[in-house]
Nanobody
Framework: VQLQAYGGGVVQAGGSLRLSCAASGLPFNTDGLGWFRQAPGKEREFVTAIMWPVGSTLYANSVRGRFTISRDSAENTVYLQMNSLKPGDTAVYYC?????????????????WGQGTLVTVSS
């Protein structure tokens, strides 16, 4: 299983970025793909998740209305569109895959992780 996250970069506050997570070799029982982020000195926190290969989405309160998760199941790719970015969104963003949607907000319940992509929002 491989998860490759990319699309990070430096953007000014108020700007937008789109992250991508390309997945390969996902097990048949994969239940959801999620995005987490980790800022320096902080724990990894849940951002958003989407059921796999079809189904609903879930967002952290801090990003709801600004971020949108979507998927292309045929291409095994999940996207994270981030709008109205704030300096507080600065972090390394990770995508992960889990077979336990019930625990989708908990990073310890994920089976696989990508390498992370850095998002820096300047004020």
């Amino acid at each position: 299983v491989q998860l490759q996250a990319y699309g990070g970069g430096v953007v000014q506050a108020g700007g937008s970025l789109r992250l991508s997570c390309a997945a390969s070799g996902l097990p048949f029982n994969t239940d959801g793909l999620g995005w987490f982020r980790q800022a320096p000195g902080k724990e990894r926190e849940f951002v958003t998740a989407i059921m796999w290969p079809v189904g609903s989405t879930l967002y952290a309160n801090s990003v709801r209305g600004r971020f949108t998760i979507s998927r292309d199941s045929a291409e095994n790719t999940v996207y994270l569109q981030m709008n109205s970015l704030k300096p507080g969104d600065t972090a390394v963003y990770y995508c992960g895959a889990t077979d336990r949607w019930r625990w989708i907000k908990f990073s310890t319940k994920y089976n696989y992780w990508g390498q992370g992509t850095l998002v820096t929002v300047s004020s």
